[in-house]
């Protein structure tokens, strides 16, 4: 059973239409899934202890530090927008909805056994998947 119900998170995690990233409390990119990657134009395992900050655009990393502090002084979910780069360098606009894990609170470990997610930012598939495809001008 337990086989199972990692299968069916990996599908749900990987195969999910939104990008999903999951950050350490360091900001650097724990895991990432497949539509996450696509967005980006970068393979999965490029991504892995990356600074997701790497992947800001330049005007909106105040916006995307000020997003963290908040989740971490509040421990409440939190949501903004922001320009994320793709591999050539273009931008795209992405809804950024952030949140602590209660593992990555207590040290626990997540469903797959490893340490848990600190920091998981889903990017709107809706519009980051049309905007990836029309960079902004």
Known sequence: IRDSARARYFDLYDLAPIGYFTVSEKGLIQEANLTAARLLGIGKPLLVKKPFTRFIHSEDQDVYYHHRQRLWQSLAPQVCEVRILNRNGDPFWA??????????LDGATGPLGRPADANAAAMAASSAAYAASTPIT
């Not at 809804?95 to 990555?104: A, F, K, N, Q």
């Open 95 to 104: 809804r950024l909805e952030s949140m602590v894990s209660r593992e990555g």
